[in-house]
């Protein structure tokens, strides 16, 4: 932990092939995590971050310099310039304000970020009830529907790793729901996916920290300052703690269950 308030991004290579990319608490409080995943046929970049200004938080010169490490390191590969998928987990602004600062790289395809755009990017046919699979080229992600904090949420497996990533939907924060039964369908889903021995989910990383190391105990929106905060990965049997919680509710506005990891909150 450093002493001196940086903007530059928090980088740590998850596997040889997989980076995570946190925006800095000090550039922007929500600090969204971001993941970007090399394979032989191109890459994808999960998020792209709450700032749109490459002073503030650089998202285009970290993809360039992780690019090229890794292309350093795979020479043997590929179509040049190598392509770069970005997509999202969902369309809160803290996920996709970077967005404008890839628009025109070169080889890149930006996911749009309505639902129609998602659903037809990745071909789902019967939305959300279906897993997709994303292949980079030797490296297959499963794409899955998770609407329910957001309309157009994915949560996409990598089968390579075994994390899945859950973006804003379940992660060690405020699971803010939207649509309850939408949500509830989507755990259901992600708990049916997790089931399936064919599918191995080692752990799962969301898209926020907020909750402290103390049990039930988050940091308030806007902190930017967190000395003592939780973990990120989530256990797959998490998601079991989620659907529970779920039980607790009705779907009014401003409820919430308190848990370990999370707190839940009916939201609009
Ligand atoms: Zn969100």
Redesign the pocket.
């Known amino acids: 932990m450093t002493e001196q308030r940086s903007t530059e991004p928090e980088v740590t290579w998850l596997d040889p092939d997989t980076v995570q990319v946190r925006q800095p608490k000090a550039s922007h409080w929500e600090a969204p995590f971001l993941y970007l995943l090399f394979g032989r046929e191109r890459s994808l970049l999960i998020d792209t971050g709450a700032t749109s200004d490459e002073r503030v938080f650089p998202l285009r010169s970290t993809v360039e310099r992780l690019t090229a490490d890794w292309l350093r390191r795979n020479p043997a590969v590929f179509t040049r310039p190598y392509p770069l998928v970005v997509a999202h987990s969902?369309a809160?602004g803290d996920?996709i304000a970077g967005d404008a600062l890839l628009r025109d790289r070169p080889g890149t395809t930006l996911v749009g970020t309505s639902p129609a755009e998602v659903i037809g990017f990745f071909g789902f046919r019967s939305w959300p009830d279906e897993t997709v699979p994303f292949d980079l080229g030797r490296r297959v992600v499963d794409v899955i529907g998770g609407p329910g904090?957001?309309p157009s949420a994915v949560v996409f497996f990598d089968r390579r790793t075994g994390i899945l990533f859950t973006g804003?939907t379940v992660l060690p924060a405020h699971l803010y729901v939207r649509d309850l039964a939408q949500y509830r369908a989507t755990i259901e889903r992600l708990i049916r996916f997790r089931d399936d021995p064919t599918a191995p989910v080692r752990e799962l990383r969301g898209a926020h920290i907020e909750m402290s190391a103390s049990p039930g105990v988050a940091y308030p929106p806007g902190t930017v300052e967190q000395p003592d905060e939780a973990e990120l990965p989530l256990r797959p049997r998490i998601l079991d703690r989620v659907l529970a919680a779920l039980d607790e509710l009705t779907g009014a506005v401003g409820e919430r269950v308190v848990r370990r990891r999370f707190i839940v909150v009916i939201d609009r």
């Open positions: 969902h809160h996920h904090h957001e804003d």
